[in-house]
């Protein structure tokens, strides 16, 4: 028995250890592409021969020319080429990483002045002189790149570093990285007269994120080209409710069609997600659903009209019926069920949305009824 219970051990030791070692080598190679990416565009911008034919139409005719590639738009080249900007000195650790035919006739460094173990922060390039920062190997092997766009949001390099260092120190994930930066942790950080007795109360509660979470992001599924799944970092039982409402909806017939789970659309620079989004072929209209776990908050109504005034802007055909929302929203024993119609016209065709859509009733006792299941 006792030999039986090592085997287990060393099986599961095994496992962790390359699961992790996997994940990490995916996480690198792409923080790598997409910092190559935007060194190539600055490049460009800086000593192409024929620049001045594309000027600052650059990125856009870039972005329709590799859209055949998953992940690449508008908004995700302006945001390599800001990583490397911001980044510089990565290229210390590229230089070592890269196969030389990537290298050869392709890049003309344009980082003259490298790090090396013994030199100083002085030597560095403009954007990090005299500041501190964290050795670029520790960026590359500890952060995905989700942690790093996050953090090309702060223009502050001592705040960035400092964001830099606290995720690594307590493995945050982004969602947490994303609360702590929300939080204003760096400015109570510096207000507090014993900061380290401040970072150890925030990350006494953390759960640590495990080393394959890393690659279970849509920016890993687009660039190992897998299938993006259904649900991308949500809770378990938000899942199972996802699962089940998208099966309720489809049984209750009326012509629904199934079109999209967690579907993806960019407005300005953020991507924002949908829960669920049918056609409704009778209607000749899109339904979308958002479920929120949790209590009614008055945000929660204009965030699902943003999305209804997207999907009639940029979505809808002109033969299409104006968009209909539906929020679920959960509370400990009750649901509360409210149809998002703001900016529709008061007719009698809103009231046919009302008569073919599910009824309040129905949401409301299938919420209550799962909600039952999973306590």
């Given at each position: 028995m006792e030999n039986f219970d090592k085997l287990i051990t060393n099986i599961e030791q095994v496992?962790?250890?390359?699961?992790?070692?996997?994940?990490?080598?995916?996480?690198?190679?792409?923080?790598?592409?997409?910092?190559?990416?935007?060194?190539?565009?600055?490049?460009?911008?800086?000593?192409?021969?024929?620049?001045?034919?594309?000027?600052?139409?650059?990125?856009?005719?870039?972005?329709?020319?590799?859209?055949?590639?998953?992940?690449?738009?508008?908004?995700?080249?302006?945001?390599?080429?800001?990583?490397y900007l911001f980044y510089p000195h990565i290229e210390t650790v590229i230089r070592g990483s890269l196969a030389p035919e990537l290298l050869a006739n392709q890049i003309v460094w344009s980082v003259t002045t490298l790090l090396s173990d013994n030199q100083k922060v002085g030597s560095l390039t403009p954007q990090l002189q005299n500041q501190p920062f964290v050795p670029p190997q520790k960026i590359l092997s500890k952060l995905s790149y989700t942690h790093i766009e996050q953090l090309l949001n702060i223009d502050n390099p001592l705040k960035r570093t400092f964001y830099e260092l606290e995720c690594i120190k307590g493995t945050w994930s982004v969602r947490e990285l994303k609360r702590q930066i929300s939080s204003l942790y760096f400015e109570r950080s510096g207000l507090s007269a014993k900061p380290e007795k401040l970072s150890a109360l925030i990350n006494q509660n953390i759960v640590p994120q495990a080393p394959v979470d890393i690659i279970k992001n849509i920016y890993s599924f687009e660039f190992l080209d897998i299938k993006i799944q259904p649900i991308v970092e949500e809770s378990d039982l938000e899942t199972a409710l996802l699962d089940q409402l998208q099966e309720f909806i489809l049984e209750l017939g009326n012509g629904f069609c199934f079109e999209a789970r967690q579907k993806r659309i960019l407005i300005g620079n953020e991507y924002y997600f949908i829960d669920l989004v049918f056609y409704h072929r009778i209607l000749k209209c899109h339904v979308l659903i958002d479920l929120k776990i949790g209590k009614f908050e008055h945000g929660d109504i204009g965030q699902l009209n943003t999305y209804l005034n997207y999907f009639k802007a940029e979505i809808d055909e002109k033969s299409d019926n104006a968009p209909v929302g539906i929020l679920l929203v959960a509370e400990k024993d009750s649901a509360l069920v409210k149809y998002a119609t703001a900016g529709m016209d008061e007719n009698l065709f809103v009231q046919q949305y009302l008569i073919k859509l599910p009824s309040t009733e129905q949401l409301k006792t299938y919420i209550e009824n799962e909600l039952k299941k999973a306590e």
């Amino acid at each position: 028995m006792e030999n039986f219970d090592k085997l287990i051990t060393n099986i599961e030791q095994v496992h962790r250890q390359l699961q992790a070692s996997a994940a990490n080598a995916v996480n690198q190679s792409l923080t790598i592409r997409n910092w190559l990416f935007g060194y190539y565009i600055v490049e460009f911008e800086q000593n192409g021969e024929d620049r001045a034919t594309y000027g600052d139409k650059l990125i856009e005719k870039l972005a329709g020319k590799l859209s055949h590639i998953k992940g690449i738009d508008r908004r995700s080249l302006f945001k390599f080429r800001q990583f490397y900007l911001f980044y510089p000195h990565i290229e210390t650790v590229i230089r070592g990483s890269l196969a030389p035919e990537l290298l050869a006739n392709q890049i003309v460094w344009s980082v003259t002045t490298l790090l090396s173990d013994n030199q100083k922060v002085g030597s560095l390039t403009p954007q990090l002189q005299n500041q501190p920062f964290v050795p670029p190997q520790k960026i590359l092997s500890k952060l995905s790149y989700t942690h790093i766009e996050q953090l090309l949001n702060i223009d502050n390099p001592l705040k960035r570093t400092f964001y830099e260092l606290e995720c690594i120190k307590g493995t945050w994930s982004v969602r947490e990285l994303k609360r702590q930066i929300s939080s204003l942790y760096f400015e109570r950080s510096g207000l507090s007269a014993k900061p380290e007795k401040l970072s150890a109360l925030i990350n006494q509660n953390i759960v640590p994120q495990a080393p394959v979470d890393i690659i279970k992001n849509i920016y890993s599924f687009e660039f190992l080209d897998i299938k993006i799944q259904p649900i991308v970092e949500e809770s378990d039982l938000e899942t199972a409710l996802l699962d089940q409402l998208q099966e309720f909806i489809l049984e209750l017939g009326n012509g629904f069609c199934f079109e999209a789970r967690q579907k993806r659309i960019l407005i300005g620079n953020e991507y924002y997600f949908i829960d669920l989004v049918f056609y409704h072929r009778i209607l000749k209209c899109h339904v979308l659903i958002d479920l929120k776990i949790g209590k009614f908050e008055h945000g929660d109504i204009g965030q699902l009209n943003t999305y209804l005034n997207y999907f009639k802007a940029e979505i809808d055909e002109k033969s299409d019926n104006a968009p209909v929302g539906i929020l679920l929203v959960a509370e400990k024993d009750s649901a509360l069920v409210k149809y998002a119609t703001a900016g529709m016209d008061e007719n009698l065709f809103v009231q046919q949305y009302l008569i073919k859509l599910p009824s309040t009733e129905q949401l409301k006792t299938y919420i209550e009824n799962e909600l039952k299941k999973a306590e």
